[in-house]
């Protein structure tokens, strides 16, 4: 067995942010400190600080009046932080900057009096933030069949903005479709889709050619994660989304075989590795990585956190 290991995978910038935010947090306030939803979408990272006393809320009644209160790296509606103010709470907020980007966007936009379509996944916890910026303005669209049932009340004062973890060929092909109804429709100065989510795909297309298996460690709530799979599926080999080595399935795999390995952008990188060496163990399997780009983005923790 030959195990090609691709890169970049795993944590992203926004990913890290949000996790040192958590454990900076923590430092500083002891435990209980209170997440509203998870921080990331990755079981590993969620269990390992639930055990260590952080509370993973849905409601903000759940939070006592003057905890301290993290947000998610997939960002709140403006209604959550009105809440948060009445209850009091210390609120440190952890939402990746690019999640943050298309927030304003949905805002300017909406208060030029756009029709905004968001193309996004129904219920995912960031779609439910950048809906809550502009609930009046903003249209979801999950399909190309959405974008046939669309009618703004000015078929020329209409834009779109994306979720940041869709999978690039499929929003292309719904971006497709919105500039042949709506050609006067106005796209984001620079794409919505995040670097790591755009450099992940990339490199299980470009690597999955030469792959008769791909295994993408990540949770089932990632939806990057699920893109992955997805393209892996798409090219024709056979995809597994794994949360680690405990999924893992002998009857998936051959001795003389070829499997990628890549990891969702909020899958820990000692998780990976675990899986690396259950094949190590059981197969003999031999590992080279590949990189396709390097990537160097870096975010600011908040503002709070930053001084000594």
Avoid at 120 to 132: I, K, M, Q, S, Y
Avoid at 154 to 183: C, M, N
Avoid at 212 to 235: P, Q
Avoid at 247 to 274: H, N
Wanted: hydrophobic share 40%; net charge negative; charged share 25%.
């Amino acid at each position: 067995m030959h195990i090609i290991l691709a890169a970049p995978r795993g944590f992203c910038a926004g990913v890290n942010m949000a996790i040192e935010t958590l454990e900076r947090v923590i430092e500083r306030c002891g435990t209980p400190v209170y997440v509203y939803h998870e921080i990331v979408h990755n079981r590993w990272v969620v269990e390992r600080f639930r055990h260590r006393g952080v509370v993973f809320v849905d409601r903000l009644d759940e939070v006592p009046e003057g905890a301290t209160l993290v947000f998610s790296a997939h960002g709140v509606a403006p209604e959550v932080r009105r809440r948060a103010r009445e209850r009091r709470v210390r609120v440190v907020d952890a939402t990746c900057p690019l999640v943050t980007k298309v927030h304003r966007e949905a805002i300017r936009l909406a208060r030029d009096g756009y029709t905004i379509v968001l193309i996004g996944h129904a219920g995912h916890d960031e779609v439910v933030g950048t809906l809550g910026e502009a609930p009046d303005s903003i249209v979801l669209v999950q399909t190309v069949a959405d974008v046939d049932r669309i009618e703004p009340p000015d078929p020329f004062r209409i834009a779109y903005l994306t979720q940041t973890t869709l999978s690039v060929s499929d929003a292309q092909t719904i971006i497709g479709r919105l500039k042949e109804r709506f050609p006067a429709v106005v796209g984001p100065p620079k794409d919505d889709i995040c670097y790591a989510t755009q450099n992940r795909q990339t490199a299980v297309r470009e690597l999955a050619r030469e792959a008769d298996l791909l295994l993408v460690v990540g949770s089932r709530n990632s939806s990057n994660s699920r893109r992955l799979a997805e393209i892996g599926h798409a090219a024709g080999v056979p995809s597994h989304l794994i949360d680690g080595p405990n999924d893992l399935r002998d009857e998936w795999f051959a001795a003389e075989q070829t499997v990628l390995v890549t990891a969702g952008a909020s899958a820990p990188e000692d998780v990976v590795r675990q899986c690396v060496g259950w094949l190590e163990a059981r197969f003999g399997a031999s590992v080279e990585q590949r990189s396709i780009c390097d990537e160097q983005v870096r975010f600011s923790l908040p503002p709070q956190l930053r001084e000594p």
